[in-house]
């Protein structure tokens, strides 16, 4: 027993010895020892706390990203709703952004349903041709049965998610759409509604039926351009390909035609790497660029053998229009480089001379762009003319600020003279024209509707740029007077008369291209066909914006002082 008491003793006191300092002053080895397990215990303890702080803070982290991720998923949703864009939810420069709503969303679903109701009643009594006549329930080849309705289409039913009607469409243009035909087309017409309407569908679905069909049209159309000037011919043969322009311009060419093939070709040139095409159209602004004027004002009829204008209007109106804003949208197209500045440079020269043919009303002060003939002006705008406040407001943000605040603001001021247009009348829609007498705000001229989309054109891109509410408000009461009086059973017409009401009997194809894609595009978020990646042409096909290097810049061309005047005959059209 004594043996084991002390043995037990002896072990208690050799345990507590190793927690006493000098033991280990004595042996230096197991200090050092001792110092090293405790360092080591004590960083792998520090490292696991720090990992473990690392960890959570990624977790929470990549949590909050997961977040944001499924927000963004659910904005992208309902941006589009019932659209079959694919469309990215990133902001833009220029536009506004505002947030959809549910009176927005509601309005886009009813001019959707008019969309279907007016493809429908096509499809059941005119497939095929190039236009419906709702009344008599038949259709009609305005265009020479090159499907106009189909092709101008194909982007609205695209966007608006339609996507069976847009592969009926789609079938159709691969299966039955046929250009080797002995009718003599207008170049004109034929690009913008046709070429573009195809390289826009191509553009949106990427799918290669377009694009070679695209590329069948231009090059019955090239010939045109085989002119001593290389102004363009109007008139072609699509399978002779003999090419002249129409009598009734004695043999002149059109401002607005010649000057409005530009973005259609160029996108051409850029999706086939083929330079011909830009080559042609881009030769025209070379050409009228020799003898451009101080205001950027040109007359409607150009001499396609010497290049130089005829005596005749000037107008914002029709045959003058669209080469305005090709100025501008050439610039926008080409992503703005240095390679397309002088279409910007050509463009503001021109919007100089606009300024000079704003008037104003009494009493009311409604702003009016006139038409000038030699040094006489004409109180008198075409509602075509209409698309000039969205032509502004596009083009203001190329400006400083003090200039594009101006700009802007006659915009505006259009704005609401284009809509006082449809206000004015007892039917709520506009009339062809109008005259602004001495004392009287406006008087109707030519008083048919025929379902022309400038107006709300205008309202789409004032809506973009300013957020401003008010737009769509207009737009929507535009629409209401559409749904009131042009909806019948079989589709939609045009007035004889706004005054009456009295209905004519053509659906045109640009309701379907213009008008209820401005509408829808008015009710949609700007993200839906965004401005900073898009630029409409004139029949509303939008067009993908292709950067253009400086291998690609036009050449510059001397001026000369003054033009060369061919008096011709004063005669018009409105198309």
């Not at 106009?148 to 339609?162: E, N, Y």
Request: hydrophobic share 35%.
């Amino acid at each position: 027993m004594a043996k084991k008491t002390s043995s037990s003793s002896h072990s208690g006191r050799g345990g507590w010895r190793y927690l006493h300092p000098t033991y280990y002053l004595k042996r230096p080895k197991r200090l050092a020892f001792v110092i090293f397990a405790f360092v080591a215990v004590t960083c792998i303890v520090w490292d696991r706390q720090t990992l473990s702080r690392d960890h959570e803070a990624e977790v929470s982290r990549l949590k909050e990203k997961l977040t944001s991720l499924q927000n963004e998923v659910e904005e992208l949703k309902g941006d589009g709703k019932g659209s079959g864009v694919d469309f990215k939810n990133k902001k833009s420069s220029k536009e506004k952004i505002v947030q959809d709503d549910p009176v927005s969303v509601e309005r886009r679903e009813q001019v959707k349903d008019a969309m279907l109701h007016a493809w429908t009643s096509y499809e059941k009594y005119a497939w095929g041709k190039d236009e419906l006549q709702p009344q008599t329930k038949d259709g009609v080849d305005s265009f020479g049965g090159l499907g106009a309705t189909v092709i101008d289409s194909l982007d609205t039913l695209f966007i608006m998610g339609l996507q069976e009607q847009f592969q009926r469409a789609r079938e159709w243009v691969a299966n039955s759409l046929d250009f080797d035909k002995d009718h003599e087309a207008s170049v004109f017409e034929t690009t913008i509604r046709v070429l573009g309407g195809l390289l826009s569908a191509y553009d949106l679905s990427g799918d290669n039926v377009f694009l070679e069909k695209a590329r069948d049209i231009a090059d019955r159309l090239l010939p045109a351009w085989n002119t001593p000037s290389g102004i363009p011919y109007n008139r072609i043969n699509l399978r002779t390909g003999n090419a002249h322009s129409s009598g009734w311009t004695g043999g002149n060419s059109i401002l607005a035609d010649s000057g409005t093939e530009q973005l259609e070709f160029i996108a051409l040139s850029q999706r086939t790497k083929d330079p011909k095409y830009q080559q042609k159209v881009e030769n025209v602004i070379k050409e009228l660029r020799k003898t451009f004027p101080d205001d950027g004002l040109l007359p409607i009829y150009i001499n396609p053998h010497t290049g130089t204008t005829s005596y005749s209007t000037i107008t914002f109106g029709a045959m003058g229009d669209s080469f305005y804003e090709y100025l501008l949208k050439a610039w926008i197209q080409g992503n703005k480089t240095e390679a397309v500045k002088l279409y910007r440079e050509m463009w503001e020269t021109s919007m100089k001379g606009l300024q000079s043919l704003i008037r104003r009303t009494k009493p009311s002060s409604f702003a009016y762009i006139c038409e000038k003939e030699g040094d006489s002006l004409t109180d008198k705008m075409d509602e075509l003319a209409c698309f000039a406040p969205g032509m502004l407001a596009l083009g203001s943000s190329g400006y400083g600020p003090t200039e594009a605040e101006k700009f802007l603001s006659l915009a505006e001021e259009l704005a609401w003279t284009c809509y006082n247009f449809y206000q004015s009348t007892p039917t709520k829609l506009a009339g062809e024209n109008y005259f602004f007498y001495s004392g009287q705000d406006m008087s109707v001229g030519t008083s048919w509707n025929i379902l022309r989309p400038e107006t709300v054109e205008s309202l789409f891109y004032l809506w973009r740029l300013t957020g401003n509410k008010t737009y769509q408000e207009w737009g929507w009461n535009i629409f209401q007077a559409f749904e009131r009086n042009s909806r019948i059973e079989t589709g939609y017409v045009g007035l004889k008369d706004v005054n009456s009401g009295a209905k004519d009997n053509m659906m045109q194809s640009f309701f379907l291209a213009e008008t209820l894609k401005y509408l829808y595009l008015l009710f949609s978020p700007p993200s839906v066909i965004s401005l900073d990646e898009w630029v409409f042409n004139t029949e509303a096909h939008p067009l993908k914006i292709v950067t253009r290097g400086p291998d690609e810049e036009m050449p510059q061309v001397d001026k000369r002082k003054s033009p060369i005047r061919v008096r011709g005959r004063k005669v018009g059209r409105d198309y």
